[in-house]
């Protein structure tokens, strides 16, 4: 395998790896999403558009070189007799060409899964820390709710002449009740 081939393999891989810690569950999204936001990645990110076009050219570019070279080995004729080590060498071209054709492509292929899968990991953290918000916001819009009804039941029962520390403490009773519901 050439040098440039080479390369493209590694990247390959490097791109097979790198799905397969996205997709895996060994870092939650936040992580990821911190990770991604992260200074370094940030500054990359701001010509991630060209590095991807980038990328995707030459791989395209190396992409059809391996077609050609794969359409010019596979229109071999034989004509009379032919030396089993002529034969050979052009099957052995043929296969290099045809491996660095399902390189390429499969290449090809990952750059656009990993993009994709990187915008929606970035999508679920943004979604997940929203959620999170929108919960604790109903929490403590219920809390204050359940407070304001005390006290109306507290100035009520005021009004009607009872015990206002009876009251007051079954009041403290069922909010430390409430906070150890929380707690747990």
Not at 84 to 104: D, G, P, W
């Given at each position: 395998?050439?040098?440039?081939?080479?390369?493209?393999?590694?990247f390959?891989?490097?791109?097979?790896?790198?799905?397969?810690?996205?997709?895996?569950?060994?870092?939650?999204?936040?992580?990821?999403?911190?990770?991604?936001?992260?200074?370094?990645?940030?500054?990359?990110?701001?010509?991630?558009?060209?590095?991807?076009?980038?990328?995707?050219?030459?791989?395209?570019?190396?992409?059809?070189?391996?077609?050609?070279?794969?359409?010019?080995?596979?229109?071999?004729?034989?004509?009379?007799?032919?030396?089993?080590?002529?034969?050979?060498?052009?099957?052995?071209?043929?296969f290099?060409?045809?491996?660095?054709?399902?390189?390429?492509?499969?290449?090809?292929?990952?750059?656009?899964?990993?993009?994709?899968?990187?915008?929606?990991?970035?999508?679920?953290?943004?979604?997940?820390?929203?959620?999170e918000?929108?919960?604790?916001?109903?929490?403590?819009?219920?809390?204050?709710?359940?407070?304001?009804?005390?006290?109306k039941?507290?100035?009520?029962?005021?009004?009607?002449?009872?015990?206002?520390?009876?009251?007051?403490?079954?009041?403290?009773?069922?909010?430390?009740?409430?906070?150890?519901?929380?707690?747990?």
């Amino acid at each position: 395998m050439s040098l440039v081939w080479t390369l493209i393999a590694g990247f390959l891989y490097a791109e097979i790896a790198f799905v397969l810690l996205l997709v895996l569950p060994i870092a939650s999204p936040y992580r990821w999403n911190r990770l991604f936001k992260s200074k370094f990645l940030a500054m990359l990110g701001q010509q991630a558009h060209i590095y991807f076009i980038l990328i995707l050219g030459v791989l395209i570019l190396f992409l059809l070189e391996s077609i050609r070279e794969m359409r010019k080995y596979s229109n071999f004729e034989q004509t009379g007799e032919v030396h089993l080590n002529v034969e050979m060498q052009h099957s052995m071209k043929l296969f290099r060409a045809q491996r660095n054709f399902y390189i390429c492509g499969f290449s090809v292929f990952l750059v656009l899964v990993i993009r994709k899968l990187v915008t929606l990991v970035s999508a679920q953290a943004n979604l997940l820390a929203q959620s999170e918000a929108s919960l604790k916001q109903a929490q403590s819009a219920t809390a204050a709710a359940r407070s304001l009804m005390e006290d109306k039941k507290t100035e009520k029962a005021k009004e009607a002449g009872e015990d206002t520390t009876l009251i007051e403490l079954s009041r403290l009773r069922r909010r430390v009740q409430g906070l150890t519901a929380r707690v747990s």
